[in-house]
């Protein structure tokens, strides 16, 4: 055989060789790449995605679209041909697997965690945009969830409305923590609480909560690697009544990140108008009560989903902009904000054309 094609064929199986054993090796890390986009003013599955009842709403133009981030999941296992591929594509990013799923989260956990992000992003949603409408809205705070194995457990429930903690009245989540902080560990705490059910009877029913109860729990010493502190093992959150009915319609969808679309959605269909002046926005930012927006993760992924989809502009949580800067799709214009105002100010001048008054993204 001669010399060069000996070496030819030498140098082609050990391609083969390497890209073998490329796709045997397994690497720790996962892949984010875009999601798809939904407009929220507009339908998904055949329905609306925002579906309001008990007060008039308007027509509309334009998009306010959502968007998301496809991950791997947390089972799967890229070998090392797919995470090279990943590294060199400019659309993907490639992450370690702990970045997307710490602590050894699994897929149900992760999962599960999404869908109660999505649940309450969308509650602050509603919240957020009716303030802004100067809508009144009641709120009270609630067991949001019940740590397994904890003092709690059994105790108190999900959904439970909490009215004192020690004989002092609790007003927001944040009061139940400090309030239970201020006992040593193995000291008694009393929760004044109206059951779950008792609670969701009385809203069905449309009166006022009649049963309360007193629930005596012994404190615990936190086991995280903060401060050590005594705990009930619950987390607390808020829970409203809404003077009109508001449904967002979207499965498969998970996290708090749409926030700030949503709020903007129904803030924009309870209002006469567009609030796009029909131009084409997409954004992203998880959004609280009071209308902060919050950064997000996966902002790449998220630009170039909104860029591939057609959008013009993209509503970019302030904390995510200088990240988000470093790499600005072609056609597409970062807005930064702040809060539900930033973004209702920032549509008013893309509506009106005014565009050099928009506070872009910049690296610095």
Not at 8 to 18: D, E, F, R, V
Not at 28 to 46: C, F, K, R
Not at 115 to 125: H, M, N
Not at 175 to 186: I, M, N, P, S, Y
Request: hydrophobic content about 40%; overall charge negative; charged content about 25%.
């Amino acid at each position: 055989m001669p010399r060069r094609t000996a070496t030819m064929l030498a140098s082609t199986l050990m391609l083969i060789a390497l890209l073998c054993a490329g796709v045997l090796i397994k690497v720790p890390y996962s892949e984010m790449s875009p999601g798809p986009t939904v407009n929220t003013l507009g339908d998904h599955d055949g329905e609306p995605v925002l579906q309001i009842s008990g007060r008039k709403t308007y027509p509309t133009t334009g998009n306010l679209n959502m968007t998301t981030v496809r991950v791997t999941s947390a089972d799967y296992r890229m070998n090392l041909v797919e995470a090279v591929y990943g590294w060199l594509a400019h659309d993907n990013k490639v992450v370690p697997h702990d970045t997307l799923y710490p602590d050894g989260k699994t897929e149900e956990q992760s999962t599960q965690e999404n869908a109660e992000e999505f649940s309450q992003s969308q509650e602050s949603a509603k919240v957020a945009a009716l303030k802004e409408l100067d809508v009144p809205v009641k709120s009270w705070v609630v067991v949001a969830t019940v740590v397994k194995d904890s003092p709690a457990e059994g105790a108190l429930h999900a959904g439970d409305v909490i009215k004192a903690v020690d004989g002092t009245a609790v007003k927001q989540p944040a009061d139940v923590a400090e309030l239970v902080t201020r006992h040593k560990a193995g000291e008694d705490v009393i929760f004044t609480i109206v059951p779950a059910k008792e609670q969701a009877a009385a809203e069905k029913e449309k009166r006022t909560p009649t049963e309360t109860k007193k629930v005596t729990i012994t404190t615990a010493t936190s086991a995280d690697d903060g401060e050590k502190r005594a705990i009930v093992g619950i987390s607390a959150g808020t829970d409203h009544t809404f003077p009109f009915a508001i449904d967002i319609k979207l499965a498969d969808v998970g996290g708090p990140s749409a926030g700030l679309m949503f709020a903007l959605g129904i803030y924009d269909k309870l209002t006469p108008g567009s609030l796009t002046g029909g131009r084409f926005v997409a954004g992203t930012g998880t959004i609280d009560d009071d209308g902060k927006v919050g950064p997000i993760g996966g902002i790449e992924m998220k630009t170039v989903g909104a860029r591939d989809k057609g959008a013009k502009y993209f509503l970019t949580p302030a904390e995510n902009c200088a990240s988000a800067a470093k790499d600005v799709p072609s056609g597409l214009t970062l807005v930064k904000v702040g809060t539900i105002g930033d973004a209702l100010d920032a549509l008013e001048d893309i509506r009106s054309g005014d565009t050099d008054a928009l506070p872009k993204c910049t690296t610095g």
